[in-house]
């Protein structure tokens, strides 16, 4: 048996390749999380540059001079901002956490009233199958309570770390300084310590990496902010007015979490709860539920044309198991961090997934 020596060599190299870029990104989504400050400051730093470089050009001040501007306002905001969240997500966590039983003691309640209204006989079911129904119920029910317990003990337990938070903040304010002001130096610096044949593939996958994934993030932050904020007023709107929210900002919390994600929307929690409000007999809050929806509707498909192209040549299908396949690994915020994987992998991989992967890697030239 003749073994072709060239071609499998050529085959180990592109495996070797692409196991080499996978185990790369797999270490630069650890360095992420552990230097997650200047990673959130870098995303900062992408969001407020066009605010930079409008000052420049309409008071032609110098890069240095409109960037403090910025930098100012920005972190005035930011770190008043943080500071209300977190007494109020306190304040609302342990709240939340005290009268938890009762919430779910009281829809188990209402579950188990609204089977005894059916007639389950018109639908052939038997006592056995009605008392399973019953019981997978109640143990869905107690699951729910027990993920949203340990969610809220976990979110409390971070709060409390007060010195570590604010050291953290300290540093991503630190490091959005010197992002917005020196920012040419540090590119600079970069490109003088890294080798020229380095600094030339990187610059190549980076401008593409920046262009699709960075405008990505960036969008997708500002479109997650928008519905923050007017989820977040209209409940404290909806409160003065006299409606029974216990809970707004960790519901507006809540409702810009699941607006995130790719596939889902707003929609996917405000349309349930306000069913629930009318079933409730309160019909006017799932109205007004409703209201504020079509409101966040309307300003997202404004802005969002203007902030994101949303043909960004990955289909639901391929983002759909990328969501799925980051709950699986990391949890929750896998739901968030798999897509984000997938573009930075369909970049790095472009022109092997424009050519064919396997017929690249295993067909003969």
């Known amino acids: 048996m003749i073994v072709n020596v060239p071609y499998w060599t050529k085959v180990l190299k592109n495996i070797a390749y692409i196991a080499l870029i996978i185990l790369g990104l797999y270490v630069a989504l650890k360095l992420s999380i552990f230097y997650m400050p200047f990673l959130v400051a870098f995303i900062i730093s992408l969001i407020i540059e066009p605010a930079i470089k409008y000052i420049m050009k309409k008071t032609k001040l110098t890069r240095r001079t409109s960037s403090i501007i910025i930098f100012v306002l920005v972190s005035v905001v930011i770190i008043g901002s943080l500071a209300w969240i977190i007494v109020t997500l306190f304040s609302e966590s342990s709240s939340l956490l005290q009268s938890l039983n009762d919430y779910f003691d009281k829809a188990y309640s209402q579950f188990q009233s609204l089977t005894s209204s059916l007639d389950f006989n018109k639908i052939h079911l038997s006592d056995e199958v009605v008392e ?200 929750i915020i896998g739901l968030l961090v798999g897509p984000i994987v997938l573009i930075i992998i369909k970049n790095i991989f472009s022109s092997l997934i424009d050519q064919g992967v396997f017929k690249t890697i295993f067909e003969k030239n």
């Open 132 to 331: 399973v129904l019953k019981n997978s119920t109640g143990d869905l029910i107690q699951n729910i309570s027990n993920w949203i317990r340990n969610a809220l003990m976990g979110l409390v337990s971070i709060l409390t770390k007060i010195p570590n938070i604010a050291i953290c903040i300290g540093i991503t304010v630190v490091a959005l300084y010197f992002i917005c002001v020196d920012k040419i130096y540090i590119l600079d610096q970069i490109e003088h310590h890294l080798p020229g044949q380095w600094v030339k593939k990187i610059s190549v996958h980076l401008k593409e990496l920046i262009k699709s994934l960075g405008g990505y993030l960036k969008a997708e932050v500002s479109l997650i902010l928008v519905s923050f904020i007017i989820s977040v007023i209209g409940l404290y709107l909806l409160n003065i007015f006299g409606f029974d929210i216990k809970y707004p900002l960790l519901m507006a919390i809540f409702i810009a979490f699941v607006d995130a994600l790719p596939i889902l929307g707003s929609g996917t929690v405000m349309i349930p709860w306000a069913i629930i409000c009318a079933i409730n007999g309160n019909w006017q809050l799932g109205i007004a539920i409703v209201v504020l929806l079509i409101i966040m509707s309307v300003v997202r498909q404004v802005l969002e044309p203007k902030l994101v192209s949303k043909n960004i040549g990955v289909h639901p299908i391929f983002t759909l198991i990328a969501m799925y396949t980051g709950f699986k690994v990391i949890g």
